[in-house]
Every structure is written in structure tokens, then in C-alpha cells.
């Protein structure tokens, strides 16, 4: 995946936000290892929060960071499986104003390589509100490792080519534009 050293590395300040029941923050790895690869990566680690597995809760986190113009991306971790009390792909349902298709399905292709066909289970999105992206990762530190790792660390960057994320943040918000 090619990096244009030509360009200049743009910055953009990310929310993480880990969705559990069972984890606090003292414990919650996932969201460790987000944090460090975040600005292992020159990026901002805007804000970070633990909340429980609950549609409602979850939705209002994301629409208070989707309005706060100082967060350009959230990515969550857990809360993506199938079970009753995975919820996050539903709250995310309620506030994307696009879904970003290809990225649950790199993401669920990627992890077909390691995990096999339990790769069902995975319930990744990734999408578009108010000109802040969304995506929702598995709560294992593999999945968190091999979404960042593998997409979002080029797609989050500028310089990648021959199209990344970076670049389409200034059009995000055309639609809501007056004519």
C-alpha cells in the first residue's frame, strides 16, 4: 500500500470509545492498544470513554462526539458480535448518515485469513455523520490490531494512494451546503 513521502502527514483527532459490560478502563486492552497505535501514528487521541452495551447510551456518546467539531473520526471496539447485548453496529445504524460498505467487508475478508469462518460472527461498520467517521471494531485486541493495522492506518492517512479518507474530509458535509 503505497505512502506518498511527497506529502505532508496531516493529523486527525480520533475518539475511542470501548463498548462493555465486563471491562473498566484499568482493563480494557482493546482500547489500549487503539490509543497507542492512534498516536503511534501522529494522530490525536481526541477523547477516550468505556460504556456499557446499550443502544441508547452508545447512540447519545456518538451523536455528543459526531457534534463536537474538535473530532474528525470514532472508532469503537466491542459490542459488534451477535449475542443480545451486542448492540453498537445498532446504535451506529441510528446516527450514520452513509455506510462505508467496503470497510466491514476488508475488515471480515482480513480476518477470514486468521480466524476462519467465525469471521461471521463480526458485526464491523464503518460509516459517515456530520462529517465525522464511524467505525465500529470487534472488542478482541486481534480484530482492533488487524482493522487498524491493516485499513484504517492507511485509509486515516493522507499520503496513502491512490485514495484515502484523509483527503474527502472537506467534501463530507457538501449535502447539508445551501444550493
Known amino acids: ?10 493529523p486527525i483527532a480520533i475518539a475511542v470509545l470501548t463498548v462493555s459490560d465486563t471491562r473498566d478502563l484499568a482493563s480494557d486492552r482493546s482500547g489500549d492498544v487503539l490509543a497507542e497505535r492512534i498516536e503511534g501514528a501522529g494522530h490525536a487521541l481526541a477523547a477516550r470513554k468505556l460504556l456499557r452495551d446499550d443502544a441508547e447510551v452508545i447512540e447519545a456518546q456518538l451523536r455528543a462526539w459526531i457534534a ?20 453498537t453496529p445498532e446504535a451506529f445504524a441510528r446516527v450514520l ?32 455523520s456530520g462529517g465525522t467517521y464511524l467505525f465500529a471494531l470487534p472488542g478482541s485486541t486481534g480484530a482492533v490490531k488487524d482493522a487498524w493495522d491493516d485499513i484504517l492506518l492507511f485509509q486515516l492517512d493522507v499520503r496513502h494512494r491512490p485514495c484515502n479518507l484523509v483527503e474527502l474530509m472537506p467534501r463530507l458535509q457538501e449535502h447539508l451546503r445551501a444550493a
Open 68 to 87: 463536537d467539531p474538535a473530532i474528525d473520526c470514532i472508532i469503537t471496539t466491542g459490542g459488534t458480535g451477535i449475542t443480545g447485548r451486542d448492540v
Open 97 to 128: 448518515e452513509k455506510e462505508i460498505t467496503g470497510f466491514g467487508e476488508l475488515f471480515r475478508m482480513l480476518s477470514y485469513a486468521k480466524i476462519g469462518t467465525s469471521t461471521i460472527q463480526s458485526r464491523a461498520i464503518g460509516g459517515v
Open 1 to 10: 500500500m503505497p505512502i506518498d513521502e511527497s506529502r505532508t502527514f496531516l
